[in-house]
């Protein structure tokens, strides 16, 4: 699947994170995670307001770019389809806290669109992934770059999949579960190694 207003969301996509790296032991450039996520929406649909979404899907959280710049440039239906997906980062009096993050995140899936649904499933589905295979052999350094509650992370990444589950009829429901599944067994060694550490 490819057009022009794929073309001109790639662009913007690449300008906009053009400073940011992923996380782990190499700088790979924040946009990789873009392209995998809309790489994969494409398997499951020729949409192409689904595709532009993925690849702008983290620019209201990550850069500067706003709401209205975002319609203005792709359309009233994709800026509906990244707000839809944009974890909100505070409310009207705080910052809000990773889980508070992931709380919202999760109340916000259960009022998204099916299309929406499908690119939340497809980002998800490229970090899970990603942090599976970045962190497999090496647990200490997953809880260094990933500091927190492991109980929380689970039962967070757990209510976000609820939701996806419950809304989504799409196909990548099934690969969704499945990198889930290969996720949660991956928190629940990291948990063992720590509690091993721990005892010494």
Known sequence: MYSYRIEQALRAATILHKNQVRKGSVPIPY???????????????KDEECIIASLLHDTLEDTDYTAQELEDDFGGTVRELVESISEPQSDSFNKLSWKEQKQQYAKQLKKATEKALIVAA??????????????????????ADFPGSLEDRLMMYQEISNAINRGAKNDIIQEFNHVFEEYKNFLINVKRTKERHEEF
Do not use: C, G, P, W
């Not at 873009?34 to 994969?40: E, G, H, N, P, Y």
């Open 31 to 45: 946009v990789s995670h873009l392209m995998a996520v809309a790489m994969i929406v494409s398997d499951y649909t």
């Open 122 to 143: 497809a980002d998800k589905i490229h970090n899970m992934r990603s942090m599976v295979e970045e962190y497999f052999d090496d647990h200490s350094r997953f809880l």
